[in-house]
């Protein structure tokens, strides 16, 4: 089983729809939990981080359920902006040296 | 404010040539520095990550190599490159985990675009 594992999508939306998804990790004893944003053939990007109680942040809300392992990520009014792949990244945590490990990535396409 | 420098932005390389990437880190002392790959529509996978000078962890046995000379200074380099060395090389800081915030995350350079011929 990967560390981190996410659909690869790609999900097709709507303009002005919402869309989610989700990203599982294997290890327990992961700490903090990441979403970025990757444009074709740049870097990734931050998006937000993803707090034990939930956090937003514009029309963007993550998750984290840390009894099933997973974190999700919400996107609301989606935007033809918005159209990128999504990257779940899992940290273990200062005894790992805030090693970060990256899913695969969900390709989100928002259409007119 | 934190900046991330690295370059080359593109590179084609033969078979068997040497390579060294640098990166360069302005604005904060002590990062945790990070060298990833990304092959074409793939995942990214950590290679090298360094915690202080002349510490450098390696993640995946192949023939390249990491250094870090200076505080904000991360290098990669190969003595013979592969076909299978290319891919979309990323560099990238975090908040020293040393400091007590092992949260922080990664803030990448533009990455250098590597093509093995």
């Known amino acids: 089983r990967k560390e981190v594992e996410q659909d690869p999508g790609p999900f097709n939306v709507p303009e002005g729809a919402t869309v989610a998804f989700n990203c599982t990790y294997s290890n327990s004893a992961s700490q903090s939990f990441f979403w970025y944003r990757q444009d074709c053939r740049k870097e990734p990007k931050l998006l937000m981080s993803v707090y034990s109680s939930g956090n937003e942040d514009g029309r963007f809300t993550a998750q984290l359920n840390r009894a099933s392992q997973y974190i999700s990520l919400l996107i609301r009014d989606s935007k033809l902006s918005d159209s990128a792949t999504y990257l779940c990244?899992?940290?273990?945590?200062?005894?790992?040296?805030?090693?970060?490990?990256f899913g695969g990535g969900t390709r989100v396409l928002v259409k007119p | 404010s934190q900046t991330i420098h690295q370059w080359p932005a593109t590179l084609v390389q033969p078979v068997g040539s040497p390579l060294s990437l640098e990166c360069t880190v302005e604005g904060t002392s002590n990062p945790n520095l990070y060298w990833y790959r990304q092959a074409a529509g793939r995942g990214l996978q950590l290679l090298f990550y360094s915690v202080g000078i002349g510490q450098i962890s390696s993640e995946v046995p192949q023939n390249l190599s990491a250094s870090r000379p200076q505080d904000r200074q991360f290098i990669l380099s190969s003595k013979k490159l592969l076909l299978s060395d290319s891919g979309f090389y990323l560099c990238?800081?975090?908040?020293?985990?040393?400091?007590?915030?092992?949260?922080?995350?990664?803030?990448f350079g533009n990455g250098t675009r590597l093509t093995v011929t």
């Open positions: 990244v899992v940290s273990l945590g200062k005894a790992a040296g805030n090693k970060l490990t």
């Open positions: 990238a800081w975090s908040v020293a985990a040393s400091r007590g915030i092992g949260n922080s995350p990664l803030h």
